[in-house]
């Protein structure tokens, strides 16, 4: 793990090509991240991602965006379709504690469901908060527009994971549900005060600030950095992320090849370590970015090295479970939504 670089790569197909192999094998990603277009059938998952861990040498951390509603990577039919945070929402108005259980039974079986390939982390739970008007990019991927039942519900669905030997990434720190646009197309700037962020955006995120792992959102917070989102502002990243929050965790960027962010691949991955971040996300599996990117990454030490260990080191803890039972409890919450 010392030779490790300090970014997470994405790659194009089901399979690995040789440049991919290649690339990995030379650059030595800390880890992987998969996505819709590297999802064919249950075999070729697992050996996809046995593949990437061969061309690294190591047993590298393979993430996934798994959350349920319309951000699941996994599908029918290799996977159940589970809901959106929006109705495990609904189902904590109804009855909190019901509410609780669902969180984090929908996380124990995605658990039950990753192990199977191989993948141990998940880019779960979703602490943003929204307001009214805001961009659908997060839209149903909330639990609620209130900061305390956020709170409650992702820690249910970080538990749930970890439980099931699977690591959370909770998102997107230190708050996207104020984002009027969305950030995969274009930069959105959040005008509200400190003391509004404070009370309303952050708290999820202090409630779970003992994680072990968190992802940044490409927002502009004018009221603490006008210029400079918060996933290349160092001033967002020290002054709230580290400071007002208090997490000390391993800190992943959002995809750096999202079109919030201005400059070339190279210039992006550049601006997010000095902004801070330990680990820059790729996300689409593009040659010529990964190029770009991995020439300004840099092997992981320092603070960041040991974050990464402690992280490598809590993967993989399952507790024994009746997956059976488990689902079986679930299905019967479903009635309430």
């Not at 290649?22 to 996505?35: D, M, S, T, V």
């Not at 990753?114 to 779960?124: H, P, Q, S």
């Not at 639990?143 to 994971?161: N, Q, S």
Request: proline share 5%.
């Amino acid at each position: 793990m010392t030779d490790a670089k300090a970014m997470i790569l994405g790659c194009s197909g089901l399979t690995l090509t040789a440049d991919e192999i290649a690339l990995y094998r030379n650059e030595q990603p800390w880890g992987f991240i998969l996505f819709g277009r590297n999802i064919g059938e249950t075999a070729q998952i697992a050996d996809l991602v046995a593949q990437m861990r061969d061309s690294v040498g190591r047993r590298a951390p393979v993430f996934i965006d798994q959350e349920g509603g319309r951000v699941q990577r996994i599908r029918p039919p290799i996977l159940d379709k589970y809901p959106s945070a929006q109705l495990l929402g609904a189902i904590y108005r109804e009855d909190r504690e019901k509410g609780r259980r669902a969180a984090w039974l929908m996380s124990r079986l995605h658990a039950f469901d990753l192990n199977r390939f191989g993948i141990d982390v998940d880019c779960l739970p979703v602490l943003d908060v929204p307001v009214e008007g805001s961009s659908n990019v997060i839209g149903d991927r909330a639990y609620a527009f209130d900061p305390a039942v956020v709170a409650d519900m992702g820690r249910a669905a970080a538990e749930g994971l970890k439980a099931g030997g699977v690591l959370p990434v909770m998102k997107h720190m230190p708050g996207h549900g104020r984002g009027m646009a969305d950030s995969h197309h274009e930069l959105p700037v959040v005008h509200a005060s400190r003391a509004e962020l404070e009370a309303h955006d952050f708290p999820p995120f202090i409630a779970l600030k003992d994680e072990l792992m968190a992802m940044t959102c490409h927002i502009v917070y004018t009221a603490i950095d006008p210029e400079r989102p918060a996933t290349t502002s160092r001033k967002v990243i020290e002054e709230i992320i580290r400071g007002h929050i208090g997490f000390e965790g391993l800190l992943i960027s959002d995809d750096s090849s999202m079109n919030a962010l201005k400059g070339t691949l190279g210039e992006r991955a550049a601006n997010i370590a000095a902004g801070g971040c330990d680990i820059v996300l790729h996300c689409n599996g593009l040659m010529d970015e990964m190029k770009q990117v991995v020439a300004e990454a840099y092997p992981l030490a320092g603070r960041a090295l040991q974050r990464a260990r402690a992280v490598e080191a809590a993967l993989g803890k399952a507790k024994a479970a009746d997956e059976a039972a488990l689902r079986a409890e679930f299905a019967a919450l479903l009635p309430m939504v």
